[in-house]
């Protein structure tokens, strides 16, 4: 089984490093794809680098600026997809170059081809609350988090631009839904080549049709809505561990304190892991408890 490994990354370059050392065995033929914001100094630097540490790394040349909650992102996933769909693969797995893989490989490629149909491993529930997401017109979509401290200017006219798009929505017919009701969940998923494929056709159209214009996190929203259309019967949970805060916009750090937790979850991969907070996870055998459980659960 050959796994494409979708990174979208903004820094951390040493982090970055290990990450593809960790996901790349020797003993397989996986492959890791990185997209990396525009604006970052990472990406600066990666695209000074004389080669790859590894010939299975594929650094993308044509990334994006990505901006918080802005569609801008599934731009950047779509990236990803159509180089893992040129480079080849049986699965694909996106993530973010803050995770890590806390489960070694065998027991997710043994897990990946124990299923009668390749399954679809993300998030993607109703959720008529936060639909408003897709269907709104948010005109100030691409400064959603600016400071107010820093920035009161552009901040207070952030706040014009939301008056208008309340007038907006009210003169404008409704938005359409082409997949019926928009689904939610995680944008970090586990899906298989016929998915990829899908996913390869239909984004760069949605994209073309300015149907994201407006929105806010369709990260959360598209792809989950595409593929529970598709797929409804494939649908399997995400395997990972996501540490929310409750009021807050970002997941909590992981530390060594974390390993029960993530033991106890039956993930694959987790997020989000610093290792200028807490290494832990850098060192050898960091995981062995949790790959016990993995074991034992077998």
């Excluded at 993308?60 to 180089?83: D, F, K, M, Q, Y």
């Excluded at 400071?147 to 207070?156: C, V």
């Excluded at 399997?236 to 750090?253: K, L, M, Y």
Aim: with cysteine; charged share 25%.
């Amino acid at each position: 089984m050959k796994i494409a490994y979708l990174i979208l990354a903004h820094d951390q370059e040493a982090q970055l490093d290990a990450l593809t050392d960790a996901l790349l065995t020797p003993e397989s033929d996986d492959i890791a794809i990185i997209h990396t914001d525009r604006r970052s100094a990472l990406w600066q630097r990666l695209r000074t680098r004389t080669a790859p540490p590894n010939p299975r790394i594929h650094i993308l040349p044509n990334p994006v600026t990505v901006r918080w909650g802005h569609h801008s992102i599934v731009t950047a996933t779509e990236r990803l997809i159509a180089t893992a769909l040129q480079e080849g693969c049986d699965f694909a797995h996106l993530l973010s170059g803050a995770d890590w893989p806390i489960v070694p490989r065998a027991t997710v490629v043994e897990a990946l081809g124990k299923a009668a149909k390749p399954p679809c491993l993300i998030e993607a529930a109703p959720d008529p609350a936060l639909e408003e997401r897709m269907q709104t017109h948010r005109l100030d979509a691409r400064w959603l988090r600016l400071d107010p401290a820093k920035d009161r200017m552009a901040y207070t006219a952030t706040w014009e631009l939301r008056r208008l798009s309340g007038w907006l929505d009210r003169v404008c017919p409704s938005r359409p839904r082409p997949w019926g009701a928009w689904r939610k969940g995680s944008q970090w998923w586990t899906l298989p080549l016929d998915a990829l494929t899908l996913l390869g056709a239909e984004l760069p159209r949605l994209r073309r049709s300015g149907r994201l214009s407006g929105t806010v996190c369709a990260d959360e929203h598209v792809i989950q809505t595409l593929i529970a259309a598709h797929f409804p019967e494939r649908l399997a949970p995400a395997r990972r561990f996501i540490d929310w805060e409750a009021g807050h916009s970002s997941p909590r750090t992981l530390t060594r304190a974390s390993i029960p937790a993530l033991a106890a979850s039956g993930a694959w991969f987790a997020r989000k892991f610093d290792a200028r907070v807490d290494p832990f996870f850098l060192e050898p055998g960091a995981f062995d408890p949790i790959h016990a459980v993995a074991r034992a659960s077998d």
